[in-house]
DNA sequence: ACGCACGTTAACGCGAACGTGAGAATGCCG
DNA sequence: CGGCATTCTCACGTTCGCGTTAACGTGCGT
């Protein structure tokens, strides 16, 4: 997967693709929210389009959603487990610990689709009152014209 | 536990009733985001009924949405303009301009209403994906209890 | 009038989420 | 090889949204 040096990208190309300054591309990895990407020789950052998704699902957890850093690398987190899991399922052992981590995960995914449905209710409550009121500033612009045409009528 | 006239609560009880601090109930009227509240002779802060509502409706915003308080501020200044003109509607002098503004506020509350739309489009495609991941974990955990069980009858 | 809960302003502190250089190393082109 | 852009790692600075004393004033029951 993805053996084309091309495919990755440094970091000021990765910066402008996601439109993340590089600070926090470093700042990301720093607070573990992504895994360190890899390295050229003399250390320059090179991200994949793992890397590149990976970044552009925390920047709208962020910037769309209001998430904390902290939220959100707990929902990665839990996201990772499973594959975590899946990946290293040969080996089997204490396979018990394993399905206990694979509940918790479950359970803390299952705590964020509530979060949402929650938040998705009041959004909607509020975009019916956006809504409502715009129709309210219609009615009182068209109400103002009539009385305006009528004014100029006398 | 003052005995106030029943409509109006001293910051303590306002505070309880909305879930925020007395820090927070002062710093929002500090920002703006609260025109400033009426005061007994002492100068004690006494929230209305109408005061009430409004921190509420920040507290979700800001909660719930995750937006800035200066996004709330701009969403309550325009949505203060409808009620500013019709109270002030008595004078038309210069009801053009009036109408403007109007105008000008029923297009940043349009941009509000596109947003949250915006907003909850992403948010539902992020709960089929969380609700498809929990099925995933579900597969799982029913695979390996299976295997499990399998594993005891050999 | 006293006590005590409750409120006031002013000011400093704090964690989150970066911004902003400084100074050195690296990549690459001619 | 020189030269220039890019990136590196510290490390201090900044903004937001409050928390937390400190020092002092107010409301009110007794």
Redesign the pocket.
């Known amino acids: 997967m993805g053996r084309d040096p091309r495919e990755f990208l440094?970091?000021?190309?990765a910066s402008e693709r996601t439109g993340l300054?590089?600070?926090?591309l470093?700042?990301?990895e720093e607070?573990g929210l992504l895994r360190s990407p890899a390295?050229?020789?003399?250390?320059?950052?090179l991200y994949s389009g793992d890397d590149i998704d990976r970044l552009e699902r925390i920047k709208e957890l962020?910037e769309l959603l209001g998430f904390?850093?902290?939220d959100i690398k707990e929902m990665l987190d839990a996201e990772d487990v499973r594959l975590q899991i899946k990946s290293e399922w040969r080996k089997d052992a204490d396979a018990a610990e394993k399905a206990q981590k694979m509940r918790v995960a479950r359970e803390i995914t299952l705590q964020q689709l509530q979060l949402i449905d929650q938040k998705m209710a009041k959004m909607a409550t509020m975009r019916d009152q956006l809504a409502e009121r715009i129709a309210k500033y219609d009615a009182n612009l068209r109400q103002w014209s009539e009385e305006s045409a009528a004014r100029q009528h006398s």
Chains 1, 2 share one sequence.
Do not use: N
């Open positions: 440094q970091i000021g190309d300054t590089q600070r926090t470093r700042y990301y607070k390295r050229m020789e003399g250390g320059f950052r962020r904390s850093l902290a």
